[in-house]
């Protein structure tokens, strides 16, 4: 549990015993040069914090009290390791944005209308544009859709002439 997922720490030193010896094979930068200047346990706790884990799971998992836990992620270099990691999603979220952006303008011009509700719905919830009343019940904008699609078909419908009688 020394050293964290790939995903955590692709920077992260080819080895920990060139972490912990002090002479790394290329002088680390960034997020990597943080890592290897935090302490093994900081690394195991940081390891486990990134992935999702409750403090009380991480305590029972390394044998710390949750205080412990708590002084390690609360201490500078912690917090500056968490910092770039965040940083780190946030760039690749503002990266993966057009990607979202065409599979939301693939779905709302999809052929099944089921597709295309969900893909309103999310549009409008991505934007912010759709806002329930506090007092009302809850109501999501691809019900509102669909009520506005059956409100279209039931017009289209009662405008179109009826089918001659083969009988």
């Known amino acids: 549990m020394s050293s964290p997922p790939d995903a955590l720490c692709a920077e992260a030193p080819a ?29 195991s706790v940081l390891a486990l914090y990134l992935r999702g884990l409750p403090l009380p799971d991480i305590a029972r998992e390394l044998a710390l009290s949750e205080g412990e836990i708590l002084t390690i ?69 691809e019900d509102v859709v669909q009520q506005l699609l059956v409100q279209v078909n039931i017009h289209t419908q009662q405008e179109k002439p009826d089918a001659p009688d083969r009988s």
């Open 15 to 43: 080895s920990l015993s060139e972490a912990r010896s002090g002479e790394p094979a290329a002088a680390p930068s960034g997020k990597a040069a943080v890592w290897a200047a935090l302490p093994e346990r900081a690394r």
């Open 73 to 141: 992620l609360e201490g500078a270099p912690a917090r500056r390791y968490i910092e770039l990691r965040l940083r780190e999603a946030e760039n690749e979220l503002q990266h993966l944005l057009p990607s979202a952006i065409d599979a939301v303008r693939a779905g709302l011009s999809h052929l099944e209308p089921e597709v295309r509700l969900r893909a309103a719905d999310q549009f409008w919830k991505l934007t912010g544009r759709y806002k329930q009343d506090a007092g009302s019940a809850r109501v999501s904008a």
